[in-house]
């Protein structure tokens, strides 16, 4: 399904001439936004959205799993290759780097030229990647160049997996979409609500390819309304490779466990991902439709609501600080559990609990950005990995330095405190600030294109 039509990408250039006939006064009140047409915002139906969703969960779940996967095998890779710890460690350094690299190339280039042309060219590059590492015997080089190829393929189907449910999908009813795809732990482009693909032969194609700025995702970061949303995801993601990076050594020092003993623990962990993105892709969408209520706001779930006059970044930060205090007690807890060397349920439970809060903060926080872009959601997923992988880079720089001078007590505690107040803050900004700076980037962003049409 999700090749078929390129996606379609939903030929929402006729929601969008729906969206700047409305206007951007900000002050107008929401219930005085003049009517509009009531033109479908998709033409695909509730089973086909279904089943966009298990494809997308399975897309997605390449880079996370990929990354993942490989924690337990660290000591097992040093042994085999004959190198020390920092050699090995340089494997998930290149993996981090071509992680950010990867969205900010292919991100741009799906909402260009279409999504499906694409997920296959990533899938093939990663499907090669993988054949290559199983094959690779003893070339610790080899295991350096595959260990980027295979990131290279699989870190874009995040960001494209975005934009494909912005084609799908009203503000509305995103949260569910989404949910499917944080199971792996975005759009507004040329068309008509058809079914057909904007880009129809291979000579567009190429010409689109041109003009495709894989830096376009930079300026995103630099955006007031966008910048905290960002910080809230990339905050959160040195929680998680904190975690992980920590839990091989921490299970073989502490309980004395093998390879695959190790490798289990990560279950609980992914369990609690896996529950959560469930649980929050429905609380964001009953997020969304409480605020609606509270303003007098009519829901469109056929064209969609015109997000210029309503305020999505309440909608989305609603319940974050609930999950930001649970978040923070429960790092400072696993920090001195380890430390206190706590019974392994108590241990496995907390992993449970923290990777439940990160993944609501990925997806809650992805979905805002996907909504304040919906011109170019992949872009905007892009700009958010580039900024997740830059911070988990360094958090993973500073971790056995903080380690040795800290211990895990202090340094678990620390960490819960950063991310805990700095989110808080992130929060309180987003949610007073957050509609006024985007209504002023997008009336500038109008105001400039008006410019180099008349001009």
Known sequence: MIMKNDVALSGLATHSDQVASNGLNETCPASKVPPTPNVPYTVFTHKQKRRFRLLLGFATITSPLTATCYFPLLPLLRTHFETSAQAINLTLTIYIIFQALSPA?????????????????????????????????????????????????ASAALAISYGVVADICVPSERGRMLGSEGNAKAINQEGQNTGDSPVSSRSSILQQCRFVNPLACLRVMFHLDTFFALWMQGSFYVVDYAIVAVMPDLYKDIYNFNELQVGLTYIPRGVGIITASF????????????????????????????????????????????????????????????????????VLILQFIQGSMGTCFYNTY??????????????????????????????????QPLLAALGRGWYLTILGIWSGGCGALAVLVIERKGMSWRTRRTKRKNERSRANING
């Open 366 to 399: 992805n979905a805002l950005l996907v909504d304040v872009f919906p011109e170019s959601p992949s872009t905007a997923a892009a700009a958010a990995s580039i900024v997740r992988c830059a911070m988990a880079a360094a958090g993973i720089a500073i971790l």
């Open 105 to 153: 190339v292919f991100g741009p280039l799906s909402d260009s030229i279409g999504r499906r042309l694409v997920f296959l060219v990533t899938l093939t590059l990663y499907a090669f990647g993988n054949l290559g590492l199983a094959l690779n015997k003893s070339s610790y080089a080899a295991l350096l160049v595959l260990r980027a190829l295979q990131s290279l393929g």
């Open 279 to 346: 649980c929050i892709g429905k609380m964001m969408d009953y997020n969304y439709k409480t605020v609606a209520r509270k303003i007098g706001w009519n829901i469109d779930e056929v064209a969609g609501d015109d997000l210029q006059h309503f305020p999505i970044e309440r909608a989305r930060a609603r319940g974050s600080y609930y999950l930001l205090i649970i978040s923070t007690a429960v790092l400072v807890g696993y920090g001195w559990a380890v430390t206190k060397h706590a019974h392994l349920a108590i």
